[in-house]
C-alpha cells in the first residue's frame, strides 16, 4: 500500500490477523474494564455515601482503599485476559511468557524484554495491549478522582471527630 511518500506493507508489522485480533481484544479489555470501573466506583459511591451518614468515617476511608485494590485486581486481571487470549491463539508458548510479555506492555515499560515471544506476524498485537494498558489507567485515573470527594469529606470529618 502507497501512503503518500511512504511505502506500508501491512504484513511486515503483522498482517491483517494481528489487527483484527487486536482490535477485538481491545474492545474485550475495554469493555471488561468499563464494566468493573463501573461496579467498583458505584460500589464505592453508595457505601461510603451510608458510612459518612452513619458517622463511620474510619469505614468510608477503608472502602477508598479496598476499592483501589480493586482497581488494581481490575488491571491484572485485564493482563491475564490478554494472555490467555495470546496463549490460546498460540501466539505465545505459555502462560508465563504470557504474562511477563502482556503485563510489561499493558504498563508500557521501557526496559525491553528479556524475549520477545511474539513470532513474525503477531508483533502488531503489542501495540493493542499497550493501547489498552494507556487508556485503562487513565480511566482508572478518574475513577479515583471521582471518589475523592468522599474519602476527603471521611477524613476531615474522622479528624474533627477526634478533636478534642
Not at 459511591?45 to 488494581?72: C, E, T, V, W
Not at 506492555?105 to 520477545?116: C, D, F, P, V
Request: aromatic share 14%.
Amino acid at each position: 500500500m502507497k501512503l503518500g511518500p511512504f511505502d506500508f506493507n501491512l504484513e511486515q508489522v503483522g498482517g491483517l490477523n494481528s489487527l483484527l485480533l487486536g482490535i477485538a481484544f481491545l474492545v474485550v479489555v475495554l469493555a471488561f474494564h468499563g464494566y468493573f470501573m463501573g461496579v467498583i466506583n458505584q460500589s464505592y459511591q453508595n457505601k461510603s455515601k451510608r458510612a459518612i451518614d452513619q458517622g463511620l468515617f474510619l469505614k468510608a476511608i477503608s472502602l477508598f482503599f479496598l476499592s483501589m485494590l480493586f482497581l488494581m485486581f481490575t488491571h491484572i486481571a485485564e493482563i491475564f485476559l490478554w494472555s490467555f487470549g495470546l496463549m490460546g491463539m498460540g501466539i505465545v508458548p505459555d502462560l508465563g511468557q504470557g504474562l511477563v510479555f502482556c503485563g510489561a506492555t499493558y504498563t508500557t515499560t521501557t526496559i525491553g524484554y528479556a524475549t520477545e515471544p511474539l513470532p513474525l506476524g503477531w508483533k502488531l498485537i503489542a501495540v493493542f495491549i499497550a493501547l489498552s494498558g494507556i487508556f485503562n489507567f487513565a480511566w482508572s485515573t478518574s475513577v479515583m478522582l471521582e471518589m475523592l470527594p468522599n474519602f476527603r469529606l471521611a477524613r476531615i470529618s474522622r479528624a474533627k471527630q477526634k478533636a478534642p
